[in-house]
């Protein structure tokens, strides 16, 4: 029975959870095209800077203050700078194991760490980029902030699911879930408590009124964390099998065709030694 139990134990640690020793750790170092992590490196550096520096912008030139952090838009964009961060930090690490007997000098808790981050990024871009334009946006000009948390994030997020080697799993989807059922809960908090938005009115978003329409509030929120998250994860892992796809046809068959070959001189060579 305990033999039994522990199994399952196991079983549901690896349906739900984040390990790496399931997967080789060059995965969450390295290009998808490329085993040579420098340029790979200076990439991730870049791309890094970049969200560091719009997170920098809009907390100086920003009309909201304090209250810039019960956006979902900068919960998304802070989980996607921090992301990229440890990103950058890992492959870096990576480099410099290299230089030293070829060891991978990267903990596992971070690279699990960068796994979820990675998997939140997937889930929250799309869902807040897909709201903005078509819940939030009254066809107003949008400005430099605008443009980089809800376009630009986006397109750096899925640019970099096809040039990065990390995998998404589908049965992760929970995770996207997680993150709106916390956002919702700080939501209802925040109304309950008194809370109001940047133009003094009792709610986040119009469409989380809970005082003037607590139903229209509760249906959008399920909608989203139920059915949203889930369906915008699914897309995602789709991305991804296009990348394995292309990449073994483009990439695999040739490795393939290398280790065949390799196979087959040993093979003679042994034969003529003989």
Known sequence: MERRSACACHCHRQLFGF????????????SQWTDRPLLYALYR?????????????????????????????????YILATGFLIRALTVWLHVY????????????RLLQLQWILQTLTCATAPVVCVLFWTVVYQGEGVDFTGINTHAVNLSLVVVDLFISR?????????????????YSVFTAIYWSTGGTNHLGRPYVYSALNYSQDPGYALIFVFSVTLAGAPLIHCVMYGLYRSRMAVWNRCCGAEEDGVQETLVALTTQSSATDV
């Not at 194991?97 to 596992?108: S, T």
């Not at 990390?166 to 916390?182: E, N, Q």
């Open 19 to 30: 390990h790496i020793e399931e997967q080789s750790k060059t995965d969450f170092v390295l």
């Open 45 to 77: 550096s870049l791309v890094s800077l970049y969200t560091i520096g719009v997170v920098v912008y809009t907390a100086i030139n920003n009309e909201y203050g304090v209250k810039i952090f019960i956006w979902l838009t900068y919960w998304s964009y």
């Open 97 to 108: 194991g290299q230089k030293d007997k070829d060891r991978l000098r990267v903990p596992d």
């Open 166 to 182: 990390y995998p998404i799993r589908v049965h992760h989807f929970y995770v996207g879930m997680c993150f709106f059922t916390t």
